[in-house]
């Protein structure tokens, strides 16, 4: 962990090859991987909650999460197609 926030700090100073090599790597693709799926999974259970305890009409409500879950996928699918495309596979 204190690697990471090191190299996070210290991003400005690198140059694109060295990010996208770094991001192109079996460790970078993992953990990009890894906290995509954590942080959209995350999201959806947030906006999960928010419309179960705003929205009271069960219909509208099912509607509104199954969009929500929809839309936390395809933008999962397109972070890691995204990965896919730097990491030049």
């Known amino acids: 962990m204190l690697y990471l ?3 996070l ?3 400005n100073e690198l140059s694109y090859e ?6 192109s790597s079996i460790y970078g693709i ?3 991987s890894i906290l ?3 942080m959209f999974f995350h999201s959806s ?3 999960e909650t928010i419309l179960q305890d705003y929205v009271h009409d069960g219909r509208l409500q099912g509607l ?5 879950k929809i839309t936390h996928a395809v933008l999962l699918v397109i972070t890691l ?6 990491a030049g596979f």
């Not at 060295?18 to 991001?23: C, E, G, K, L, V």
């Open 81 to 86: 197609i995204c990965l896919y495309i730097i």
């Open 5 to 7: 926030t090191y190299y």
């Open 18 to 23: 060295q990010i996208t090599s770094d991001i």
């Open 36 to 38: 995509s799926s954590l």
């Open 9 to 11: 700090l210290s991003i």
């Open 30 to 32: 993992l953990f990009i």
């Open 64 to 68: 509104f999460i199954g969009l929500s």
């Open 45 to 47: 259970l947030g906006i």
